[in-house]
C-alpha cells in the first residue's frame, strides 16, 4: 500500500480485476461464437445427408432398376464343359489346366482353342479375366 489511501487501493484492484474478468468473459463469448458458428455449420451437413439418404431411398423405392437376364452361354457343348470344370473347381483357372481337366491332349491347338473359348466367355460376361490367362468364374 506504501501510504496510499486504502480505499484508493482497493478500487484499484477491483477496477483491474474487473478489466481481467471482462477480457476474459469477451474471449470466451468469441469463443463460443466460433464454436456456434461451426455447430451450425456440422448440423447442415449432416442435414444434407439426410435429404440425400432420403432421397436415394425414395429412388430406389420408386422404381427399381430393371434385372438384366444371364447372359446366354454359347451352344457348343465345350462351353458348357468349361463352366462345370469352374463349378467344380472353385477358382482360378488357366487354359492348360482347363484343357488337362477336361482331358484334352496337352498341344498348343487344344490349348488355344481353350483360350479362345475362355476369352468368348469373359467378353459374354459369363467369366472374368483377372488378369492375362487366368481366368474365374463370378459369384452370382
Not at 482497493?10 to 478489466?19: G, K, N, S
Not at 462351353?79 to 496337352?106: K, N
Not at 468368348?120 to 468364374?137: D, K, N
Amino acid at each position: 500500500m506504501n501510504g496510499a489511501d486504502p480505499g484508493t487501493w482497493l478500487l484499484d484492484r477491483i477496477d483491474a480485476r474487473e478489466r481481467a474478468l471482462t477480457c476474459q468473459s469477451e474471449q470466451t463469448q468469441e469463443e463460443i461464437d466460433t464454436l456456434t458458428a461451426r455447430l451450425g455449420e456440422l448440423a447442415e451437413q449432416v442435414e444434407h445427408l439426410r435429404i440425400s439418404r432420403k432421397t436415394l431411398i425414395s429412388l430406389a423405392e420408386e422404381d427399381p432398376a430393371p434385372a438384366k437376364p444371364p447372359p446366354a452361354v454359347p451352344g457348343h457343348p465345350a462351353y458348357q464343359q468349361i463352366l462345370t470344370v469352374f463349378g467344380e473347381a472353385g477358382g482360378f483357372l488357366r487354359a492348360r489346366d482347363l484343357a488337362m481337366a477336361m482331358d484334352l491332349p496337352l498341344t498348343q491347338n487344344s490349348i488355344q482353342n481353350v483360350r479362345a473359348k475362355l476369352k468368348r466367355l469373359a467378353a459374354l460376361g459369363i467369366l472374368v479375366e483377372s488378369e492375362p490367362g487366368l481366368f474365374i468364374q463370378p459369384r452370382s
